[in-house]
């Protein structure tokens, strides 16, 4: 039924270090892929995005990987800050439906310690 | 500019209230989602509008939920009766129409229905 899938709920970092968030799909319509970041008490705010004509998208410390074949992409903070603790929502959408509707994963709620 | 914005932030009520939750979306966009955020689910959407018209609301659990937008400037989510299965973050999104993917959130409305 979840067509978007994030299986860890929360992940603990050391300051520095590597942060990756998975995030599975089950949808091969999907061909446009988003990571929305929420703070507490907030609206999520876009990140990062990929399109399904590549395998990788890099901006500053942030990098989303995409593999098709397995439906599968990550998202890679590197170095890990504390100001990046938050609640990272992994979405996915198909263009040729328009792309009006995104499908969001659970969450995963990053903590990176200082 | 000023961002999404939703009313009230927050909203207790008891069980079989009406409830009216309000949106104002970026001057400029043609497109508005609502979402509900829950622990199990994550992100739902519940219906989208394009030029003020619904185009999906398959989200929609039920009879008791309903939305309108009246005008491009506003927009609404009403339930009615609530029930405490309703407690949620609901949150308001828009964008312009064929921008793929990218949707600035609100703050959101915390809901709990007792």
């Known amino acids: 039924d979840q067509q978007v899938k994030q299986n860890s709920p929360s992940l603990s970092v050391q300051e520095g270090r590597i942060s990756i968030l998975n995030c599975d799909y089950t949808n091969s319509m999907f061909d446009y892929f988003l990571w929305y970041k929420k703070y507490p008490a907030e609206g999520p705010t876009f990140l990062i ?15 989303v990987f995409l593999n098709k ?16 603790s ?8 198909s263009t040729q439906t328009g792309a009006n509707n995104l499908f969001f994963g659970t969450g995963t709620r990053l903590t990176v310690i200082p | 500019d000023a ?18 939750l309000r949106c104002k979306p970026i001057s400029g966009h043609n497109s508005l989602f609502w979402y509900r955020q829950t622990m199990m689910r994550g992100l739902e959407l519940l219906i989208y509008f394009n030029n003020n018209v619904p185009i999906d609301d398959s989200g929609m659990p039920e009879d008791r939920f309903s939305a ?12 009615q009766p609530s029930e405490p299965r309703d407690s949620a973050v609901y ?6 129409t064929g921008a793929y993917g990218e949707l600035f959130f609100g703050e959101g409305s915390r809901l709990t229905v007792l």
């Open chain 1, 49 to 63: 995005s990929i399109s399904s004509i590549k395998d990788k998208n890099e901006d500053g410390r942030f990098t």
């Open chain 1, 69 to 84: 074949s397995a439906k599968h992409l990550s998202l890679h903070i590197v170095p890990s800050q504390p100001g990046d």
């Open chain 1, 86 to 93: 938050a609640v990272y929502f992994c979405a996915a959408s």
């Open chain 2, 3 to 20: 961002g999404v914005i939703q009313s009230p932030r927050h909203e207790v009520t008891e069980m079989g209230q009406e409830v009216t």
């Open chain 2, 68 to 79: 309108k937008m009246p005008n491009a400037s506003f927009s609404t989510l009403k339930i």
């Open chain 2, 91 to 96: 949150f308001c999104a828009s964008r312009n």
